[in-house]
């Protein structure tokens, strides 16, 4: 399995991520973690069911 694959599973989301807003707040809860904030915009996206351009765009919002 891929590293992202792995972490998935070993850590899965919370809820079932079926709206857009849930996903969303998936993606701001793993940039939160130290480790979320290594990962890669394509592993992040994968993990949260959204686009990498949409991890891009809430990343540079809560650096802001």
Do not use: C, D, W, Y
Not at 15 to 20: A, D, M, R, S
Not at 38 to 45: D, F, H, M, P, Y
């Amino acid at each position: 399995l891929q590293a992202a694959e792995t972490q998935n599973m070993e850590n899965p989301p919370p809820f079932n991520l079926n709206t857009t807003s849930q996903r969303r707040m998936e993606v701001e809860r793993i940039l939160a973690t130290p480790e979320g904030r290594k990962l890669t915009l394509r592993a992040v996206a994968s993990q949260a069911g959204v686009s990498p351009a949409t991890v891009l765009n809430i990343r540079r919002r809560m650096a802001a």
